[in-house]
Antibody
Framework: EVQLVESGGGLVQPGGSLRLSCAASGFTFSDHYMDWVRQAPGKGLEWVGRTRNKANSYTTEYAASVKGRFTISRDDSKNSLYLQMNSLKTEDTAVYYC???????WGQGTLVTVSS | QAVVTQEPSLTVSPGGTVTLTCGSSTGAVTSGHYPYWFQQKPGQAPRTLIYDTSNKHSWTPARFSGSLLGGKAALTLSGAQPEDEAEYYCLLSYSGAVVFGGGTKLTVL
């Protein structure tokens, strides 16, 4: 059974940083690309970014709204996905979902609140 | 960045049929956009119903189907049930980037 469990959310001040983690199980993590998707309160889904697998050189893609501030990484030895968020803005407040493989499975999400 | 459009809201009668669509600001949606469809109920994480235009997961009820229709991706619900009332999102891929539609709130009434 595929499981994705996010952690690391919380309250952070504008301009601050936060690192989210996602523990994956139930599939061969290293074979697949993984995504982060977020949902602001009462709003729709927004794709944040993607990391591809080793066969595709672990290349990453980002939404324009987070490019240069957020970094996606992975540790295949730990079956884990990460989202480093810097220079956070109030508009980054959202539930962040770990999604994969291939946008097929979703974690339960972790809430990030950016507020002073 | 491309904009993906969906109907903001639709209503279907119990047992009825409804089609939700997903369009692209760049032109016709094709299988090369690898359309996905997701269902989200209040307070829950989304779940994937359809991938790569028309493929279903093991948990996807048979009454849902995906297709390309008139230059858009389409999700058809045949025989709507009360439990199908939810928000539905589509997703399209564009040369590495991924864009969600704004969602369709489906009411079964």
């Amino acid at each position: 059974e595929v499981q994705l469990v996010e952690s690391g959310g919380g309250l952070v001040q504008p301009g601050g940083s936060l690192r989210l983690s996602c523990a994956a199980s139930g599939f061969t993590f290293s074979d697949h690309y993984m995504d982060w998707v977020r949902q602001a309160p009462g709003k729709g889904l927004e794709w944040v970014g993607r990391t591809r697998n080793k066969a595709n050189s672990y290349t990453t893609e980002y939404a324009a709204s987070v490019k240069g501030r957020f970094t996606i990484s992975r540790d295949d030895s730990k079956n884990s996905l990460y989202l480093q968020m810097n220079s956070l803005k109030t508009e980054d407040t959202a539930v962040y979902y770990c999604v994969g493989p291939s946008v097929d499975y979703w974690g339960q999400g972790t809430l990030v609140t950016v507020s002073s | 960045q491309a904009v993906v459009t969906q109907e903001p809201s639709l209503t279907v009668s119990p047992g009825g049929t409804v089609t939700l669509t997903c369009g692209s600001s760049t032109g016709a949606v094709t299988s090369g956009h690898y359309p996905y469809w997701f269902q989200q109920k209040p307070g829950q994480a989304p779940r994937t119903l359809i991938y790569d235009t028309s493929n279903k997961h093991s948990w996807t009820p048979a009454r849902f189907s995906g297709s390309l229709l008139g230059g858009k991706a389409a999700l058809t619900l045949s025989g709507a049930q009360p439990e199908d009332e939810a928000e539905y999102y589509c997703l399209l891929s564009y040369s590495g980037a991924v864009v969600f539609g704004g969602g369709t709130k489906l009411t079964v009434l």
